[in-house]
Each structure stands twice: as C-alpha cells, then as structure tokens.
C-alpha cells in the first residue's frame, strides 16, 4: 500500500512537471475550501504521514461531533496544518505534520488527484471498486 501511494504521488507529480499535490486528499471524500502553499515537499518521506494525518485528523473530527470537513490546509516548507470545520460547538480540530523535502509547487486538480490515488484508499469518501 504504501508503496502503490508513493508510486501514484511520484507519477502525479512527473505528470505535472513537479508539483506537489496539497489537495490529495479529496480522494477521502473531504472537501477542501482554502489550501496556502509556502515551501518545497520531499514527496517520497511525507506520502505516508500526510495521509495519515489528515485521516485520522477527519476521524477526531467526527469522533467529536464534527462532519470531517476540512476547512483550511496550510502547508510551509517543515509543517503542514490539516484544520477541519466540524458542525459542532467544538468548531476547529487541527493536526500537523512535519514535511520538509524539496519539491516544486503547484496544485493539481482534485479531480486529477482522484483518478491517481482514490483507488488506493479503501472505505474513505466514495466507494471504490475493489
């Protein structure tokens, strides 16, 4: 599995003349309304741990009485802050992760991202034929 991630994240980047997808997520069904973008990814060592984050950042969000919606993503060179909008009163969950790396900027499309790695995340955002 992790190795499938990698390889999908590497080959999304190539495809996009290195850049590195903050919004990878949308294949967890999250919707993202802001992403900021400051600093340069190393792709290869964050794979893993940003989606590991962000997932178990939904789960404390709906653990809490939120919906998992993630409001804002914010991501500098060594941190990147994973803020959801639950609905409750309890209205901000966070989680970072340390980064770091050297990557070029740029978004792709959520849609883009989808094709590449929704496939690869089972029981997250909309079903998956296995």
Known sequence: MQ???RGALM???QDTKGAFATVL???TG???DKVDISGRFNVDHAAMSYIGVLLAARKASLDSGGDG???NIIVSSNMTHV???PVSENYLVGMGVFLGGNLGQALL???RLKE???PLIEGHGEETKA
């Open 3 to 5: 190795q499938e991630i």
């Open 109 to 111: 499309t959520m849609r």
């Open 116 to 118: 590449y790695l929704g």
């Open 25 to 27: 997520f949308e294949m």
């Open 69 to 71: 919606v993630i409001a």
């Open 83 to 85: 803020v959801f909008a």
């Open 30 to 32: 999250i919707m993202v």
């Open 11 to 13: 080959k999304a980047i």
